[in-house]
């Protein structure tokens, strides 16, 4: 997996999305965030034929009209604009894991999918031992399981006051993780795996709650309904969801699980960062200087973020919130070289 992604995006966007350089382009730039936005009080589950992922946050998304009600025919675009618009996520957060997914699969993240179609295990960002879905291996990774979230759940109950914290919600993961590995020995729960899961807690919490201090029902609401929690007093905060609450809501939720050493190792508790960085690709050539290897690494952060960027700028949003995680980036220090 390399992220010299971009120059095919463009060419394949262009082909397929002509109207991205015109009209639609200019009729999203002018999308703005509407705190009163009445779908998020019309709450719909999905239908016998719409299509629903592994992701509960796309789901809540779909189920409430941000995203296609049927959940088919979306693309990185439709994902950043309705992330945006309904629950108030950082366009370049959303490009994050839309930049993710592209360098798994650039067909369908460019040209248009069904929300089912996310659960193909070759996906960087679909991963063993959800906290409601089962392993690909042995059962149904897409749909939400109750007995599998109840691990986690009664982990949840444990928060202080009803109240759940990020250290919470790692703790309910690390018992969850346990819990699949006993049901499928051969669950894959490495590095990358544990970085889209800190980023996926990240997301969630932000959205809840930008303090990362959420009441439990509307974590109820949000994985059991799959449904925004405005009946119960949930308001959304515009841009609460960023790359920097992302990173380290993400990265204190992993202090929270006690066998983390076992499953991933410890260098993602060294910076928010590493989260980002696991994704790149390893550096196995080991014929290659030291000096070489660290510009090759630089590189792919580099051709990384321009992804991240670029699809901010093609949803029609300005890409200054991309500087704080080119900041980010620029004093990260692989673990290769500490």
Known sequence: MKY?????????????????????????????????????????????????????????????????????????????????TGLGVDPGTSAIVGAIGYASSHNIFSLGFDLEDLRNH??????????????????????????????????LKKAKGGKVRPTDIGRAKGERVQDAKRLNPRSAYGPRAVAF????????MSALGPTGVIPLNWIRSFFEEERMPTHLGWKPTPLGVNPAT?????????????????HAGRFLLDAPADIIGSFLPKLTDASKKKNERRDLRK????DFLSTVRYLVEEAGFNSTSVDSLDELMANWTPPEFR
């Open 4 to 84: 010299q992604a971009l120059p095919v995006l463009l060419s394949v966007l262009s082909l397929v999305t002509p109207g991205l350089a015109s009209a639609e382009v200019r009729k999203r730039a002018s999308i703005v965030f509407d705190a009163n936005d009445p779908r998020r009080h019309e709450y719909q589950p999905p239908g016998p034929n719409d299509s629903r992922s592994p992701c509960p946050g796309l789901n809540v998304l779909a189920n409430h009209g941000f995203l296609p009600r049927n959940g088919r025919k979306v693309n990185i675009i439709d994902l950043i604009i309705g992330a945006f």
């Open 122 to 155: 070759l996906f960087l960002i679909e991963h063993d031992c959800s906290f409601s879905r089962n392993d690909a291996r042995i059962g149904n990774n897409n749909d939400f399981d109750p007995k599998l979230w109840e691990v986690a759940l009664n982990e």
């Open 197 to 204: 899961g800190g980023i996926e807690v990240g997301l969630v």
């Open 246 to 262: 992302v990173l380290i809501i993400g990265t204190l939720s992993l202090t929270g699980d006690k066998h983390l050493l076992a």
């Open 299 to 302: 590189r792919e952060v580099s």
